[in-house]
Each structure stands twice: as structure tokens, then as C-alpha cells.
């Protein structure tokens, strides 16, 4: 089941997609993101996203680190959210961008041709089209479903999915994202699908990533 379409870029030819995309909660310890995530990282996932808009500099800096050991152990590339300074400062594998960041040019610039940039998209494939010109590596589409994480967040049809295919580059469905409604929504199109609450939050995340695994191994319709 291997739809990934940009072969050019090294770091993204390496995925087995389609994939599990981590995004961290907010407000979690180094510590206790340290335990949670290492039964995740043994079950086997895409790409992890360090996202944690109410830590401070220092706390980023150090939960950043962290990860970037943890993930070069375990072979999964980091990448980190909205900042550019940041993603270099640990030798993440890249940055994703949100609509008021920096242009993925200027991040190519500052973190080298073989970093992953992804660009949140929403709902928006004008939008999509002008990231995927400016350099993006994979585009991200949602809120696909109601999100506890993002209440508030714009809404995103499975079609914006189905016709952002023809847009060539990969792409990840994020919000609302759940173990039961998965399949429709690789069925849709998405090459990754990037995850919170329904894996975080599981009373056994390893078994809940799993299971994510065995819907991804499943033949496409």
C-alpha cells in the first residue's frame, strides 16, 4: 500500500507510507513524553511532531533535544512545529509550517535541501498548490473530524482530500482521527494520518499504534 509520490527527496523516500504521524500533546514533561512515546516509536511510525504551544523557550529547547535523541535511536524523523530555529538547533528532520510561518523557501534556506518541510493546508487547495510550488515536501488537510484538541478548527471534507491528489506531493489528514474512521479516510487519499489524542491518550499506546500498523498493511480499495 505505497502511494508516496515525491521519490526526489531522500529523508521522504525512506517512509513506509501510508503511516502514523505523531504530533505531541501540549503540556507533557520531557519525562512523561519519554515514557509514553518509546512503546510507540518500538511499534513503528512515520514521522513524529513535536508540537507544545504552552512550554517555554527552555522547555521546548530541552523536550526537543530529547526527542532528536529519541528519534535517531529509533530511526524516526523528528520534526518539529513552527519553528524553523528550533528544527536546527536539535538537527531535526525538518519543520512544518502553519499558514502565518515562514515561507517553505525560507526554511529550505536555513535547515538544507534534504529537510522535510510540510505545510498545513486546511481546507484551502489554492493554498495547497502555492505550498507544494514554494518547495513544501507533504501537505497536511483537516480538521477531517470534530477535534477535542482544536475545537474551533476549520472543517475539511474527505473530497478536499480526494482532489488534492492530483497534487502529486504526499499527504496527511490531521483532526479527529481515530482508530474506527482511519480506513475512510486513507480511502480518501491520505498517505499519513497524524495523530494526538486517540494514540497519547490510549491506555496502551504501543497496542494502539498496532493497531494503526494493521489497517495500513491492508490492501487499497
Known sequence: MQRIRNKSKP????LNLPGLYLITPDGWS??????RLKPMLRSGIAMLQYRDKRATAGQRLATAQMLASLCRAYQT??????????????????????RDDNDPRLAREQ????????????NDLALAARMRSAGADYLAFGS???????PTAQRCGLEILQQARSLGLPLVAIG???LDNA???LHAGAD?????SDVFDAADPGRRVQGYQRLFAQPSA
Open 11 to 14: 529523508a521522504l523516500a525512506t
Open 30 to 35: 520531557c519525562g512523561r513524553l519519554q515514557a
Open 77 to 98: 524523523p523528528l520534526i518539529i512545529n513552527d519553528d524553523v530555529t528550533l528544527a536546527r538547533q536539535v538537527q531535526a528532520a525538518g519543520v512544518h509550517l502553519g
Open 111 to 122: 535547515l538544507g535541501a534534504d529537510a522535510i518541510i510540510g505545510s498545513s493546508c486546511y
Open 144 to 150: 477531517v473530524f470534530a477535534s477535542a484538541t482544536k
Open 176 to 178: 479527529g482521527i481515530r
Open 183 to 185: 480506513a475512510q479516510t
Open 192 to 196: 499519513m494520518l497524524a495523530v494526538i
